[in-house]
């Protein structure tokens, strides 16, 4: 048995400790707004932060994220208000079929949080998620937008 | 309009069906107090034509028959529907009828294909009728409640206004009445200029759950009960189960079921996916592998390779006497290109839920084609059209792969068979997902070009050899025996129609060459490959006859204005003619491509020999009618990453049988930093409807060879991709 604490709330999971934690969160959790894509940290769809930074939660083990503080898409916007990332990508459409989306704008918010004001080299350095749709064109515009909100 | 039923689905699962999907699932809910005669939604507001309901608080909900899977054909046909409709937009949410209620009204909602960029093009007619039929019963509704005649009503924002007097009703306090009249026969259509809502920008009305992880795609689907299961099929493509040694995982905790799934593949079934998965990793499968397994991807292309000279092949196109002009030639270019097979590889892999009975089979699925989905629900299931029904949930991408193809529709029924009751969500690995592609089919080109004494370009032979994709998944549709989707953009006419009909003498043939390999619909397929052939040896021409690049088109172009419009446009854009920046060079490519006319211009340098830098790309389409400007300028962007990450980086290779890669670390795709500014130029000229999302990949490949052929002095890669040659972008 792992406490889990996703969005701050702590979640009992029954599960080997060797389970990468993407499916905890979506299997025991419920929180299905992570995304799996690949399995192997390549493609990002499942990014959450643990104790604010970064991770591909399809390889991090459960028991590398007890006892630390887990953020899920669904925990970012709170009452319903979105932050300034996803107001952001509202305001300039970013998503198509949108199902990479989670893992992206999970990872830019932990950038906008280290570095409020990145350049092109910061987001071509630290957003390295995959998009087959192809949304990167926004997906900068909206930093930036972002950044400047 | 005859009353219908709903068919026979418990309250509680037609209520799980409606909220997985997202949108109320909002049909033919017979409830007596509204009377007889009335089509009515789940909550009975009243249907006024198959593509609209009104509820009385006004919202209109437009029924979309076609799928969303990113490209914005949702909202574009919202908008087409809208603006006959004449309503409020801000009042418009939509819905997908479901295949099993289309079979029961006789197709009402037409096709559910979305696929070869379609879903407008192909539906702009009957859905703006739909539309306006509607504007024009809710129009009499008030005209017949105020006693007045309806020449002297009109309808704007939802309204309805009699003229002399100024009296105004809502949409929604006439649509009970609206519903009851007999349809218009006669539905006129506004002239394009007068659109208010079709050719203007409006947001997307899919966007915000896609921000909060609220967004239902098939991967997250939860029903009461729902078991998950994992499944491998043999790899190598037309292999068998031998045996599998279930008593080796059917202890492992939460695995319920491990189970063959038709004669070829295995699966598990578990409380979760991770503990299906992982039963399905540790459980000893042997194949029967069959006759394929020695094929690779070397002796693929050793036939395809002497198709290349056969005497027989499919002639596709042709003017005058290629072969006599060739033979009669002064001087000749020749070249020969190869294009591997690729998997479309969607963010979300292949996945669907299904729910069997022995009167009842449910299925739940991100899908372009929920007709499909419903045939092949009828099939595995082995039960009549009235016992079936899809509820089709949004796709996480689909690029082909789920329009033509539903095989994880007939897994998941015949997992759900051998668990009666039982709700099984199949989920692929992305493993199982590279592995099981339908792909980009495997083709070779040799082009000869030749020159008379005087160095008029006089004839063009351009032989492709290689794999046919409709002998293998629509063998209904060859033209006596040529496939004539091979000939995409190279067409003598229509949706494909080859841009150089100024050539004197040229022929166009395929020497079909089938692997076992199973090839699909691919975001533009066959117009990708055929787009690099000719544009990139339009290039080699230009450059044997010591002309410019485009000078060398537009000569050939006088028969083709509209294909000359777009190449026009982009190199004005680029300034073609003029210098280019230091170390940066230009390219171009030009096609018609379902229906639009689309170039690119692409400016690139090459450091090192190998690394290749894309400065900008300028884009023009020309689809006719631009329904939504913002959406055609993102698909635009998005083929760039598509078409590029192909051209750089994507190769399914075959080994002993079966496909080598597995997931993205061996079958990249573009990230950020190597994304080009692309600039869109859409130029919609009029008068016809052409398709927008997958068009413009076509031109991607070839207007960055093309540039990358001037930044390396003439030296030409003809081989893709280009990771095999050492080159990245950079």
């Known amino acids: 048995m792992a406490k889990l604490n996703i969005n701050g709330k702590v979640h009992d999971v029954d599960v080997e400790p060797g389970m990468p934690l993407l499916w905890a969160i979506r299997e025991y959790a419920g929180l299905t707004g992570t995304k799996y894509g690949c399995g192997v940290a390549q493609c990002g769809s499942c990014t959450v932060h643990v104790d604010g930074a970064p991770v591909r939660s399809c390889v991090l083990p459960v028991s590398a994220a007890e006892g630390k503080k887990i953020t899920t898409i669904e925990g970012l916007a709170v009452n319903g208000v979105l932050t300034k990332v996803q107001k952001a990508w509202l305001d300039h459409e970013v998503p198509q079929c949108g199902y990479c989306q989670s893992g992206i704008i999970m990872a830019v918010t932990a950038l906008l949080n280290s570095k409020p004001k990145p350049t092109d080299a910061d987001i071509d350095g630290a957003i390295t998620n995959i998009c087959r749709c192809g949304t990167f064109q926004q997906v900068r515009e909206a930093i930036h937008a972002a950044a400047k909100a | 309009m005859d009353s219908i039923e709903m068919p026979r689905v418990s309250r509680r699962s037609f209520v799980i069906g409606a909220a997985a999907a997202g949108t109320g699932l909002a049909i033919g809910l017979k409830l007596p107090p509204f009377g007889p005669d009335v089509v009515r939604a789940a909550d009975g507001s009243p249907e006024v034509t198959a593509w609209v309901v009104i509820k009385p608080d006004d919202t209109v909900v437009i029924r979309i028959a076609r799928s969303e899977m990113g490209q914005g054909t949702l909202t574009g046909l919202a908008q087409m529907v809208a603006e006959e409709l004449e309503c409020d937009w801000s009042k418009v949410t939509t819905e997908y009828p479901t295949p099993g209620q289309s079979v029961k009204r006789k197709r009402a909602w037409g096709d559910f294909s979305t696929g070869g960029s379609r879903g407008i093009r192909n539906s702009h007619d009957y859905v703006r009728k739909g539309g306006a039929a509607a504007r024009m019963m809710l129009v009499q509704a008030a005209a017949d409640a105020w006693k007045v005649p309806v020449a002297e009503c009109s309808a704007a924002n939802s309204m309805v206004t009699h003229n002399p007097s100024g009296r105004k009703v809502s949409y929604g306090k006439v649509a009970e009445a609206a519903a009851r009249l007999t349809p218009p026969k006669d539905v006129p259509l506004k002239d394009p200029k007068d659109w208010k809502i079709i050719g203007k920008p409006v947001k997307r009305l899919d966007t915000v759950d896609k921000l909060t992880g609220k967004q239902v795609y098939g991967f997250d689907l939860k029903l009461p009960g729902m078991l998950n299961a994992a499944i491998m099929e043999c790899p190598v493509f037309g292999g068998k189960v031998k045996s599998f040694d ?64 056969a005497d027989q092949a499919f002639v596709g196109n042709k003017a005058g006497d290629a072969k006599g002009a060739l033979a009669g030639a002064a001087k000749k270019v020749e070249a020969v290109y190869a294009y591997p097979f690729q998997n479309h590889a969607p963010m979300e892999p292949m996945n669907a839920t299904a729910k069997y009975t022995a009167d009842k089979c449910e299925v739940w699925v991100p899908t372009q084609n929920g007709e499909a989905a419903f045939a092949a629900t009828l099939a595995a299931s082995g039960l009549p059209a009235d016992k079936c029904e899809v509820y089709k949930i949004h796709l996480g991408g689909g690029f082909g792969r789920r329009g033509a193809f539903h095989d994880y529709v007939t897994q998941a029924v015949r997992i759900a068979k051998q668990m009666p009751g039982v709700p099984v969500k199949l989920l692929w690995s992305r493993e199982e997902d590279m592995r099981q592609g339908r792909f980009h089919p495997v083709t070779q080109c040799k082009l000869v070009g030749g020159f008379d004494a005087s160095n008029n370009f006089t004839g063009l032979h351009m032989r492709i050899s290689g794999q046919s994709i409709l002998a293998s998944v629509r063998p209904q549709a060859m033209k006596d025996g040529m496939d004539p989707a091979t000939f995409q953009g190279l067409a003598p006419s229509g949706e494909f129609e080859f841009g150089y009909k100024g050539i004197p003498n040229y022929l ?20 990708n490959q055929n787009a690099i052939y000719i544009e990139c040896f339009m290039d080699e021409l230009a450059a044997a006859a010591k002309q410019d690049p485009l000078e060398f088109r537009r000569k050939l172009m006088a028969k083709n204005p509209k294909h000359l419009a777009v190449l026009n446009a982009v190199a004005e854009r680029a300034g073609w003619g003029k210098p280019a920046p230091k170390g940066v060079f230009r390219g171009l490519a030009q096609m018609k491509a379902f229906d639009s006319y689309v170039a690119a211009c692409a400016e690139v340098s090459v450091s090192g020999g190998n690394k290749v830098k894309i400065h900008r790309i300028i884009c023009a389409t020309d689809p006719g009618h631009a329904v939504n400007p913002a959406q055609i300028e993102r698909q635009i962007a998005g083929s760039f990453v598509y078409g590029l990450s192909a051209l750089f980086e994507q190769e399914c290779t075959v080994k002993n049988g079966r496909i080598e890669q597995e997931n993205f670390n061996t079958y990249g795709s573009m990230k950020i930093a190597q994304m080009p500014k692309v600039e869109s130029i859409v130029m919609p000229s009029g008068g016809f409807w052409g398709g927008v999302g997958e068009p413009t990949i076509c031109v991607a490949a070839p207007a960055v060879l093309n540039a990358m052929a001037a930044a390396m002095g003439g030296k030409r890669i003809r081989s893709f991709p280009l990771k095999n040659h050492g080159i990245t972008l950079v």
């Not at chain 2, 080796?248 to 079934?269: E, M, N, Q, T, Y």
């Not at chain 2, 409380?271 to 394929?292: F, H, M, R, S, Y």
């Not at chain 2, 043939?509 to 397929?525: E, L």
Request: aromatic share 6%.
């Open chain 2, 246 to 309: 279930a008593a080796k995982v059917s202890g492992r905790k939460g695995v319920k079921k491990v189970l063959p799934v038709g004669d070829s593949a295995v699966a598990v079934v578990a409380d979760t996916w991770w503990q299906a998965k992982t039963a399905l990793d540790a459980l000893p499968i042997v194949w029967d592998e069959g006759p394929n397994a020695k094929v690779s991807s070397a002796s693929i292309a050793e036939i395809n390779k002497a198709g290349l000279d």
């Open chain 2, 508 to 527: 166009i043939d395929h020497a079909m060459r089938n692997p076992h390999v199973p090839p699909g619909f691919w975001r533009g397929v066959n117009i």
